[in-house]
């Protein structure tokens, strides 16, 4: 039987930001999911701020609509939403904060969040703002969404002027790849079972491949996405993240410290990558119109309705690991926008055997390989070698060991956003980003950037609806592998 899940102590949450896409699509439906199963004292509040003028009445009638379409009970939602507040405010002007004070203060015991959603070029006035207040005091934290900075510098200016407000302990970089059920097993996996752990090395992994594909194209977040470009949106954050999970030391324990401190040294341990070799280690592309899901789509420069862009769209990137556990073993990193198919997934090829005993007849010995999908459903699965059933000779198959969750124990998943919330509110950071963290990649990602920037060249060209440019294949086909392609 699944024990119920344990109930946090009452909060107050407030999403600057209250009104924005990521509010409404993803924060409010994961506190509703959780406030639905019993996790979320009734006398927590979740306060919504942005400009537009509303009242309490009309947050409540926006959130409502989100949450019964997104399939939340009738019954559950009204109940939620009387936990819904709302106040209208600008992060960069005077008039409101007295008043939101105020109301603040009427929950003087109460753990705070304050969850920044919005553009990051707000979160100095609204930390200023809060720390003149006295809102950063006693059991404050306060959420940083990404993009953390644009490089190095303006990630170590964006955490200084916070940091001047909240501690680092109370600053909570969410990475929400992190929180997803799949990244929770991995942990699981490698050091709940005596199985892999032995097998996790250089000697054993042939090599490692992560991939973040969408089919969907920029959109409406083309002016963000053209300053930023698939390498910052993708790679440096999220992709990293989930090299370091696959790639770090067992640690001492799951402390959060413990954690990020192994999950640094890999990032510290990130060959670089730079002018001298980015040409050879990097593939940049950018989608031309051609189709997706049945569709035909537009280029991504007819959407930014500017010919000359050279923001990459498409990056595929062969990373190494300098320490005695990885050396010599390729870290295949590929995102991009305009793919085939939407899927994340972490491969783990294992060596081929030694040697086969088996005759040609028996077929192919294909190499072991564990693959750890992310999205758009969350599975392990290991591949193995078996004997193909019944008489007829020893016929080798290769099949997968399925360990999809939610069948195998009757559970829906969480969002990973329901499970980073309530560790914001336990007052566990051991899935989000510590400042040094955020450096080492920023660190890591910065020479690659430059090293095309100096080149001058443009992306690739790819057709909308194709794994991205013919390069990005030779990439890993010159070192005589391929891309997985197993999408059962
Ligand atoms: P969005 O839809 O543009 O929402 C921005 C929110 O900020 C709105 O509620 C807006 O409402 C409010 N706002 C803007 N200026 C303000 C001001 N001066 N004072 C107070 N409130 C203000 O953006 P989003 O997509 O939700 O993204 C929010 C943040 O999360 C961004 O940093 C984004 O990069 C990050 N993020 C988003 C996603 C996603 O899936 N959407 C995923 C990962 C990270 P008003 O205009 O009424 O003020």
């Given at each position: 039987m699944t024990a119920s899940p344990q109930p946090v102590e009452p909060f107050d949450l407030v999403i600057f930001g209250g009104t924005g896409d990521l509010a409404v699509r993803?924060?409010?439906?994961?506190?509703?999911?959780?406030?639905?199963?019993?996790?979320?004292?009734?006398?927590?509040?979740?306060?919504?701020?942005?400009?537009?003028?509303?009242?309490?009445?009309?947050?409540?009638?926006?959130?409502?609509?989100?949450?019964?379409?997104?399939?939340?009970?009738?019954?559950?939602?009204?109940?939620?939403?009387?936990?819904?507040?709302?106040?209208?405010?600008?992060?960069?002007?005077?008039?409101?904060?007295?008043?939101?004070?105020?109301?603040?203060?009427?929950?003087?015991?109460?753990?705070?969040?304050?969850?920044?959603?919005?553009?990051?070029?707000?979160?100095?006035?609204?930390?200023?703002?809060?720390?003149?207040?006295?809102?950063?005091?006693?059991?404050?934290?306060?959420?940083?969404?990404?993009?953390?900075?644009?490089?190095?510098?303006?990630?170590?200016?964006?955490?200084?002027?916070?940091?001047?407000?909240?501690?680092?302990?109370?600053?909570?970089?969410?990475?929400?790849?992190?929180?997803?059920?799949?990244?929770?097993?991995?942990?699981?996996?490698?050091?709940?079972?005596?199985?892999?752990?032995?097998?996790?090395?250089?000697?054993?992994?042939?090599?490692?491949?992560?991939?973040?594909?969408?089919?969907?194209?920029?959109?409406?977040?083309?002016?963000?996405?053209?300053?930023?470009?698939?390498l910052r949106d993708m790679v440096q954050n999220h992709i990293l993240q989930l090299l370091c999970m696959v790639a770090m030391e067992p640690p001492s324990s799951l402390s959060p410290d413990a954690v990020r401190d192994e999950k640094l040294k890999v990032l510290r341990s990130l060959k670089p990558i730079d002018e001298s070799n980015a040409a050879q280690l990097t593939v940049r592309g950018q989608y031309r119109a051609g189709a997706a899901e049945g569709q035909s789509v537009a280029g991504y420069l007819d959407e930014l309705k500017d010919h000359k862009s050279h923001t990459e769209s498409f990056v595929a990137l062969k990373a190494e690991i300098a320490n005695w556990r990885w050396a010599g073993v390729p870290f295949y990193l590929r995102t991009g926008k305009r793919?085939?198919?939407?899927?994340?997934?972490?491969?783990?090829?294992?060596?081929?055997?030694?040697?086969?005993?088996?005759?040609?007849?028996?077929?192919?010995?294909?190499?072991?390989?564990?693959?750890?999908?992310?999205?758009?459903?969350?599975?392990?699965?290991?591949?193995?070698?078996i004997k193909h059933p019944g008489p007829g000779g020893l016929r080798l198959r290769h099949v997968s060991l399925d360990m999809s969750f939610a069948e195998a124990f009757g559970v829906q998943q969480p969002d990973a956003y329901e499970r980073l919330i309530l560790d914001v509110v336990r007052g566990n950071p051991t899935l989000f980003m510590r400042r040094d963290e955020v450096e080492a990649a920023w660190r890591w990602a910065d020479p690659i950037l430059a090293a095309w920037a100096e080149s001058g060249e443009a992306p690739r060209p790819y057709t909308a609806g194709t794994w991205g440019p013919s390069a990005a294949v030779a990439l890993i086909e010159r070192d005589g592998r391929t891309w997985n392609e197993d999408s059962d």
């Open positions: 993803k924060l409010l439906p994961a506190l509703y999911h959780r406030y639905a199963d019993g996790q979320i004292p009734d006398t927590s509040r979740v306060i919504g701020i942005a400009r537009e003028m509303l009242d309490d009445d009309g947050y409540r009638a926006h959130a409502r609509k989100a949450l019964l379409e997104n399939g939340g009970d009738k019954s559950k939602v009204d109940d939620f939403l009387k936990l819904l507040h709302y106040r209208s405010l600008d992060a960069r002007k005077d008039e409101g904060w007295d008043a939101f004070a105020a109301l603040m203060s009427e929950q003087p015991g109460h753990v705070r969040v304050f969850y920044l959603s919005t553009s990051p070029d707000l979160f100095v006035d609204i930390c200023n703002r809060l720390g003149e207040h006295g809102l950063n005091q006693g059991k404050a934290r306060v959420v940083l969404e990404k993009p953390i900075g644009r490089d190095l510098a303006s990630a170590n200016q964006i955490n200084d002027d916070v940091g001047r407000v909240f501690d680092e302990s109370q600053t909570y970089r969410i990475d929400h790849y992190l929180g997803k059920e799949t990244v929770q097993n991995l942990l699981a996996l490698r050091f709940g079972n005596v199985l892999f752990e032995p097998l996790w090395n250089a000697e054993h992994i042939d090599h490692v491949q992560i991939t973040v594909a969408e089919t969907l194209g920029v959109g409406q977040r083309v002016a963000y996405y053209d300053h930023a470009g698939a793919l085939p198919e939407r899927v994340s997934e972490i491969v783990v090829v294992f060596k081929p055997v030694p040697h086969s005993i088996f005759d040609a007849s028996a077929g192919p010995l294909a190499q072991n390989r564990l693959v750890l999908r992310l999205q758009p459903d969350e599975n392990i699965k290991l591949w193995v070698t």
